[in-house]
Nanobody, 120 residues
Framework: QVQLVESGGGLVQAGGSLRLSCAAS????????MGWYRQAPGKQRELVAV???????NYADSVKGRFTISRDNAKNTVYLQMNSLKPEDTAVYYC??????????????WGQGTQVTVSS
């Protein structure tokens, strides 16, 4: 069984910071691209940031310069440092990972989501 578990969400005032973590666990052979997505009420899930296993990153225009994605391959963990938060960043944040389990082919896994609420 492979799973992704997020942590670090919460309530913060506008201008504040939060750091999200997503740890992959289980019988994993390799971890490829990992990313963060978010879904606000009444809106579609959208890409926030991705990072390849080589460390290349890509960000949504709305978070460039404010959010930073990083990963610790030794810990099978990806992070999202969120600074200068705005009320429009309020959403459920989901971790997504392209993982290859020890028993089969690679596939995309989702975490359960963590709520981020930014008050004005």
């Amino acid at each position: 069984q492979v799973q992704l578990v997020e942590s670090g969400g919460g309530l913060v005032q506008a201008g504040g910071s939060l750091r999200l973590s997503c740890a992959a666990s289980g019988s994993i052979f390799s971890i490829n691209t990992m990313g963060w997505y978010r879904q606000a009420p009444g809106k579609q899930r959208e890409l926030v940031a991705v990072i390849t296993n080589g460390g290349s990153t890509n960000y949504a225009d709305s978070v460039k310069g404010r959010f930073t994605i990083s990963r610790d391959n030794a810990k099978n963990t990806v992070y999202l440092q969120m600074n200068s938060l705005k009320p429009e960043d309020t959403a459920v944040y989901y971790c997504n990972g392209d993982l290859t389990p020890s028993w089969g082919p690679s596939k995309y896994y989702w975490g359960q989501g963590t709520q981020v609420t930014v008050s004005s």
